[in-house]
């Protein structure tokens, strides 16, 4: 029934496709009801729960669709193509955003270690890195419902907002993806801080020495545990991160090179090159084919 009452009160919210805000920071209530096809996109620390129709995520070769019996958590910086290839008038997906804030979910993480209930197993599923899905649990569902329904009163949502949140957050991380996102979201986790500082400065040079001096590792170490957790080599996450991220720059409507330039690269040529052994299409060739939504999850 809760599940339900979230999708009403999304459906009475949402009249256009698209994003829109709740009101809480890093919330927002989603509704396609176009077909897109899986095309580039970057995945932030988030969860997506879906209460209508279906999503799907393919992360190197693997393929997540997530729909109202499991949400979706990325806790990381993630390269990935996503779309709604089933939406339409007549089956619309209805579906919610929640960000991941990395100090509130640290200090949590932190929380349930000191209180002594983090102790899970990492079961569910041979692939763990990158992209979890997760049932939606009594408690996930309960807290997402009590934070909606705060719906447009701005003094609950002032008085009342974060705390709602804090409790979904809370709830995520006693879920099915509760112990992969506590592995990342963990005081000792240098591969999550490396990824947060490559997305953050995608438009700077950057060597896999350097990310492994700042997660404190040798090369090899640092290697072995970034492609541990998120299924691709350093050099192929960086690579997919800045084209992946050039893609949507260019479907939303900037230059071929000032998306190159955004993302770091000095030389257009190699830009082309690179695109194009990826995508299998010129920049320019995208740019004309393409027009993404300019806020797609």
């Not at 979890?132 to 934070?147: K, M, V």
């Not at 705060?150 to 993806?177: C, F, S, W």
Request: hydrophobic share 40%; with cysteine.
């Amino acid at each position: 029934m809760s599940k339900q009452q979230i999708k009403h009160l999304i459906e009475c919210r949402v009249r256009e496709d698209g994003l829109m805000e709740t009101g809480v920071k890093g919330v927002k209530l989603y509704r396609a009801t176009t077909s897109i096809p899986c095309v580039p996109a970057v995945y932030e620390p988030s969860v997506i729960a879906i209460v209508s129709g279906a999503k799907e995520a393919v992360l190197d070769g693997e393929r997540y669709v997530y729909d109202d019996s499991r949400y979706m958590c990325c806790p990381m910086s993630m390269p990935v193509t996503a779309g709604t290839p089933a939406a339409s008038p007549q089956s619309p997906l209805f579906g919610v955003y929640i960000s991941l804030d990395p100090r509130v979910m640290t200090e949590l993480v932190m929380e349930m270690d000191t209180a002594g209930g983090a102790r899970r197993s990492g079961k569910g599923g041979p692939r763990a890195q990158g992209i979890r899905l997760a049932q939606w649990d009594l408690a996930f569902t309960d807290a997402l419902l009590r934070l909606l329904q705060l719906g447009d009163n701005e003094t609950d949502m002032a008085v009342l907002g974060d705390a709602r949140l804090r409790e979904l957050y809370y709830a995520i991380l006693k879920g099915e993806a509760g112990f992969f996102a506590r592995q990342t979201f963990g005081t000792g986790n240098a591969i999550a801080r490396s990824i947060a500082h490559v997305s953050s400065n995608l438009n700077e040079p950057i060597s896999i020495d350097d990310m492994a001096t700042r997660a404190g590792m040798s090369r090899a170490v640092f290697h072995r545990k970034f492609k541990q957790a998120t299924t691709m080599s350093p050099i192929q996450f960086v690579k997919s991160m800045r084209l992946n991220t050039a893609a949507m720059k260019i479907a939303g409507g900037i230059t071929v090179n000032e998306a190159a330039m955004d993302v770091g690269y000095v030389s257009p040529s190699q830009f082309s090159r690179e695109f194009k052994r990826m995508y299998g299409q010129s920049p320019r060739q995208w740019s004309d084919a393409q027009q993404l939504p300019m806020e797609m999850v």
